[in-house]
């Protein structure tokens, strides 16, 4: 097994799962193979190749944010970007490589010495390198020969170690480079004095067990650490990054939310849970703090997260189907490999065709509402006939659709009486409201950071500080300017006999539709 040098090796390990709550299959642990490394480095490339994502711009700012998540995260190396790129760049990767953090940070450059020369002057004491190797590069991009990629590559390295630098070196489209070629370019570089040498699979066109073939074979010229960098063209980066590792890769590449050119690269939150639940690998990683660090980066980039997506979707532990619900409530291993808690993220339980008494009750009862067992039986009716006719329904309908069963929705507890918001430019939205609380009236103001933040601050200030915002989605009904708009909230008492209570409505004006809805949560919150 090769040692990880000091040049490479980073992060303390992280305790590995636990063991008693990992439900993965058995057969994972009768082919794990020999030559799989116990300790694997995790390099996040979200800052450079996620960056490349069609649509995402990150400011200098939005970098450091993420860059600081990834190093709580405990990922081995950051890759902050590819400074040559722009001025902005480089100024993003030198405050990033200045912050102090635990994890290394590195840079892009091309095998080109001004490209070494801007990374290491920002600050950085890493460096990625790469050039192409396979004949469909050399021959349509570069128009160069083996020899002289070969050479270029030699030299940049030896540049980059003269200025005192780790250098991790690619051959770009590894996996389409003759391989014959592909082991004299990973031998010259070694010679050069290469700390760890990336295979990149630039277009995602392996297959798993051609990866398995390709690391081993380049195990045999290989004496510094191998990392893998996995494109998803054919949804296959998380697989072949397990391949490559099974058969002595000690580092990926991956990114979060599998963010990245094209179709992206490994998704970190996949290959890292797949690493540690199938064959118990030692790494860096807080797993807690996976799901936290995906949100994050999702609303910096602005590059939303599929409901379906592993780990981190809104659906990876969301629970439909009565069956599934009943066996959940039994015991969560029934339908689920690990806890959310172990990453950081929470299970729910969705109302829709196949939800059965189980479900209906236990979300009801999260919303503080007891209902009789035929009472619920009307609910899953109701339910299932508007599922038959294509409609979903959301915890707020559930609700309202269970408070109209149970039917004894009295007066209203609370109702608002007045209400403005003055905004504008160069003015802090200011608003101000007056509720009837059970027959006394009340009136608060509160500024905000936009009219909806500042209306809803001052129903909190008049509703007491227990009242918390747990949730604000905003979706609009039609296309215009004069677009419906529905909102939805969520919001908690804390310490009260009931703790959650959720509204929504329909309108034309954002902040007064965000009133009403907040109204509605809060007026349930408070009938009981
Ligand atoms: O996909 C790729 O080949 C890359 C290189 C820069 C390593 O991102
Ligand atoms: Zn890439």
Redesign the pocket.
């Known amino acids: 097994m090769v040692d990880q040098s000091a040049a490479v090796q980073t992060r303390a390990l992280r305790p590995p799962l636990d063991r008693k709550r990992v439900y993965t299959s058995q057969f994972n642990n009768m082919v794990r193979a020999d030559t799989l490394p116990s300790r694997v480095m995790v390099l996040d ?1 979200t800052l450079r ?1 996620g960056e ?1 994502t069609p649509g995402i711009a990150l400011s200098t700012e939005d970098k450091i944010l993420i860059a600081q998540a990834l190093d709580e995260l405990g990922v081995d190396v950051i890759e902050a970007g590819f400074p040559a790129a722009s001025v902005g760049e480089q100024e993003a990767v030198g405050k990033i490589a200045k912050l102090g953090l635990k994890s290394r940070v590195c840079g892009l450059a091309r095998c080109v010495k001004r490209d070494i020369d801007v990374a290491a002057d920002c600050g950085l004491d890493y460096v990625h390198t790469f050039i192409a190797t396979s004949d469909i590069h050399l021959k349509h991009k570069l128009k160069m020969t083996r020899p002289e990629v070969m050479a270029r590559a030699v030299e940049s390295i030896e540049y980059a170690k003269s200025r005192g630098l780790t250098v991790e070196f690619s051959c770009e489209d590894a996996t389409r480079t003759d391989l014959d070629f592909l082991k004299e370019m990973h031998v010259a570089v070694q010679k050069a004095g290469v700390d760890k040498i990336n295979v ?1 699979d ?1 277009v995602g066109t392996i297959s798993p067990s051609a990866m398995e073939y390709l690391i081993k074979e380049l195990m045999t010229v290989t004496k510094v650490p191998i990392s893998v ?1 996995c ?1 998803d063209d054919f949804g296959l980066a998380v697989a072949n990054s397990i391949a490559a590792v099974r058969q002595g890769a000690q580092q990926i ?1 991956v990114t979060i939310n599998g963010l ?2 094209r179709a992206g ?1 490994a998704a970190l939150e996949e290959a890292v849970l797949a690493l540690m639940a199938f064959y118990e690998t030692d790494m860096s990683i807080d797993t807690r703090k996976i799901g936290p660090t995906s949100k994050l980066v999702s609303r910096l980039t602005g590059y939303a997260i599929p409901g379906n997506k592993a780990i981190v979707g809104n659906n990876a532990f969301a629970h439909e189907s009565g069956i599934h619900v009943h066996g959940v409530l039994g015991d969560p291993s029934t339908y689920e490999a690990f806890g959310p808690e172990m990453v950081g993220v929470q299970r729910s339980i969705v109302i829709g065709k196949h939800t059965g008494a189980h479900s209906v009750k236990e979300k009801l009862r999260e919303y503080g509402m007891e209902l009789s067992d035929e009472q619920v039986t009307q609910v899953v009716d109701k339910v299932k006939k508007l599922a038959d006719g294509g409609k979903d329904v959301d915890d707020a309908e559930l609700v309202a659709l269970a408070s109209h069963i149970v039917g004894k929705r009295e007066a209203h507890q609370v109702k608002l009486k007045e209400f403005a918001v003055f905004t504008g430019m160069n003015t802090t939205p200011t608003a101000v409201v007056s509720i009837d609380v059970r027959g006394e009236k009340k009136t608060g103001t509160a500024i905000g950071i936009g009219p909806v933040d500042a209306a809803i601050n001052a129903i909190k200030t008049v509703m007491g500080s227990d009242i918390s915002l747990e949730e604000y989605r905003l979706s609009a009904i039609t296309g215009g300017s004069d677009s419906l708009c529905e909102v939805t909230v969520r919001i908690a008492r804390n310490g009260g006999k009931k703790t959650m209570s959720i509204g929504k409505a329909v309108g034309t004006d954002i902040v007064q539709t965000s009133v009403d809805s907040t109204m509605e949560a809060l007026d349930r919150l408070f009938s009981h």
Do not use: F, L, W, Y
């Open positions: 490339t190749d490349q990149p630039t960098h494109h590449h990245g050119e690269n």
